[in-house]
């Protein structure tokens, strides 16, 4: 054997060994596999007992994937006039379309993950020297798709919350647009010119908790305590989800539950509606980034000399509670002069939002007043897929990705595959009693 394997090397460079090594043992594993699902799909066979009107059709052979690589798999056909055709061992198995449970999820993590799904197959032959097409891999997530997606945002039902109280609940979500394809846009309005649209609004929620703060006396988030949800669906739709996610997560037995969004008038009905009990918090960018409206309006641009100290003062003054005394500044120096209506229209985002403003109370009490977690989610789970260059998206299409991004990024990939593989378990089962 040593003999073998130094000739075999003469002449290679080392990358080139070792992918033959990995070959060779793949492929010994892919034997390894086959043989193992061959002996149970045997058993699942051999004690497999047909429904009313279903008839045995003989036995047919699949080439099965795996990890590995892949194998020949023989099972037994069934069927009936009523039900169609199946294979018991494949829904026994988890197998789908031939690819294993194992293969079907690191596929999914690859096409969901990558920027592309060519980049997924690039990623999958270099990594694990695993051989699919771009256009494979996108049929297998548009398998999986489907039941991501009812999982993820699937309805809360008591006994499914986490059993430990936590001390602070955060909720939060925004929105940003997702283009589309051409036919997913007749009738919606939008920003171009035209009053056209180029995009769909997809929202993202997210619920994180926090036990306590740092020597400072900053609030911290706990670690990997962050889950999403994601929906194209409109905002009465999306804000049931988000209700049901956070009470999974606990949300009943929380010390406190605090909403943690910007301060459209959209999200602050869904909070009012899911979250009423709830303490709303508009988060501090989006104050800021309003105060410097308000300044444009004042001093006619943002290249006025004192812009920059004004933002200062600005922010200086709402993290100690004096939202309503910006306002009643803002107006008395434009009384009476042009500048009033600019400096209202501005305006009208504080004065709509002073209770939920309160910064220097919100950082006494320990609670995060910035939405950091959320917009960085709207950037990586949602525009790290879906907003690249050229891209262009089906409803269907975009929610399945988006649906698996949200569980990977809430490291729930092991709970779903459970779920799936149980579910197939339960079809199977279901079908039984029916006949």
């Not at 959320?374 to 050229?390: M, N, P, Y």
Request: hydrophobic share 40%; aromatic share 8%; charged share 25%.
């Amino acid at each position: 054997m040593d003999q073998f394997l130094a000739k075999a090397a003469t002449g290679l460079s080392v990358l080139q060994i070792e992918g033959l090594i990995r070959t060779a043992l793949f492929r010994k594993g892919a034997d390894i596999v086959g043989y193992l699902l061959q002996a149970a799909a045997d058993q699942i066979d051999a004690t497999y007992q047909p429904r009313p009107g279903e008839s045995f059709k003989g036995r047919e052979a699949i080439e099965g994937h795996g990890l590995f690589g892949s194998f020949r798999l023989q099972r037994d056909y069934y069927y009936s006039p009523v039900r169609g055709g199946h294979y018991p061992a494949d829904a026994a198995l988890g197998l789908d379309t031939g690819h294993t449970p194992a293969l079907l999820r690191l596929v999914s993590l690859e096409g969901a993950d990558e920027s592309a799904f060519q980049k997924a197959e690039k990623h999958l032959l270099e990594t694990g020297g695993i051989r699919m097409e771009a256009r494979q891999i996108q049929r297998l997530v548009q398998r999986v798709g489907p039941t991501a997606q009812a999982w993820e945002q699937r309805e809360y039902k008591p006994g499914q919350e986490d059993q430990t109280p936590v001390p602070i609940m955060y909720v939060s979500a925004d929105g940003t647009g997702v283009p589309m394809r051409q036919e997913e846009l007749e009738g919606r309005a939008g920003k171009q010119a035209d009053g056209t649209a180029k995009t769909r609004q997809a929202y993202l929620g997210c619920v994180f908790t926090q036990h306590g703060r740092d020597e400072k006396g900053r609030p911290v988030r706990d670690w990997a305590s962050t889950t999403y949800i994601s929906s194209l669906e409109n905002i009465e739709a999306f804000g049931s989800m988000l209700r049901w996610e956070a009470l999974r997560r606990g949300m009943a037995s929380a010390g406190q539950v605090v909403l943690l969004i910007d301060g459209a008038a959209g999200l602050e009905n869904m909070g009012r509606i899911n979250f009423k009990d709830a303490l709303q918090i508009v988060d501090f960018y989006h104050a800021m980034e309003h105060a410097g409206f308000v300044l444009v309006a004042l001093l006619g641009s943002k290249t006025h000399p004192d812009y920059k100290r004004r933002c200062g003062e600005w922010a200086k003054r709402l993290l100690q509670n004096g939202v309503q005394k910006l306002i009643s500044s803002a107006r008395e120096e434009c009384a009476g002069d042009a500048r009033v209506p600019a400096v209202e229209k501005e305006l009208h985002y504080f004065v709509d939002n002073v209770q939920r403003m309160q910064y220097g109370a919100f950082r006494r009490q320990g609670y995060f007043i910035g939405s950091g977690v959320i917009e960085a989610g709207c950037k990586t789970v949602i525009g790290g897929r879906c907003k690249q260059s050229g891209m262009f998206w089906g409803k269907p299409g975009a929610e399945h990705i988006l649906a698996l991004r949200c569980i990977n990024a809430s490291q729930r990939d092991e709970d779903f595959w459970k779920h799936r593989l149980a579910q197939l378990a339960e079809r199977k089962t279901a079908a039984r009693r029916a006949a």
